[in-house]
């Protein structure tokens, strides 16, 4: 992600066209690999299951199915900072605070809509849901608290954002002739 200059311009490019650089729904994963470095394991998503599993580059935590595709990531905004994974590997860190009215002015600027979702049982959160591509959705999470227990903030913000697409139901088996891709090719 050459070029970076804040968190803001990156996070509103994620909602408008899904994409986090190399990192969009149905990326594969050893081309990620090739791209960022090798990613740190985070384990199976379901208890004795290998796929989908989950990998992450600095803080971008990504679900991957059983072909090798990424099927959705999450960025923890709330933490305030946020390592970002770079091209040949190395991360870079960014400042994650962005108020609500930060965030609107730069999406109403790229003249995409959204759709905002809110809960009854959940007063304190309100979403911006984004479908930059069919079968593609990107989910900014405000809320106006720092914390669970905590007051209320002066002004909402950017809690998390998340990237995912509808499973697809023709996922290949991988091809159990080639040698193991060190991702769990070989395995289950």
């Given amino acids: 992600m050459p070029g970076l200059t804040g968190f803001l311009p990156l996070v509103t490019v994620l909602a408008t066209t899904g994409g986090l ?20 394991d985070g384990g199976g ?4 299951d290998r796929w989908p599993h989950a990998f992450c ?8 199915c059983r072909c090798r595709r990424l099927h959705s990531l999450s960025l923890p905004v709330w933490q305030g900072e946020l390592d970002l994974p770079q091209p040949g590997g190395g991360s870079a860190t960014l400042d994650t605070r962005v108020s609500e ?9 790229t003249g995409h809509s959204w759709q905002t979702v809110t809960y009854e049982n959940l007063p304190d959160q309100r979403n911006l849901l984004f479908s930059p591509a069919e079968e ?22 950017l809690h998390k954002a998340l990237l995912w697409g509808y499973e697809h139901l023709d996922c290949p088996e991988p091809d ?9 090719a070989a395995g289950p």
Avoid at 152 to 157: G, R, S, Y
């Fill in 57 to 64: 580059w600095g803080d971008v935590r990504t679900v991957f």
């Fill in 101 to 109: 009215a930060d965030l609107m002015a730069a999406l109403t600027a």
């Fill in 176 to 184: 159990r002739s080639l040698p193991d891709d060190g991702w769990g």
């Fill in 45 to 48: 998503i379901h208890r004795g």
């Fill in 21 to 40: 650089g190399e990192l969009r729904y149905g990326a594969s994963l050893p081309e990620l690999a090739v791209h960022y470095g090798d990613p740190w």
């Fill in 136 to 157: 593609v959705r990107v989910e900014l999470v405000l809320t106006n608290r720092a914390s669970q227990d905590g007051p209320p903030l002066e002004a909402w913000a």
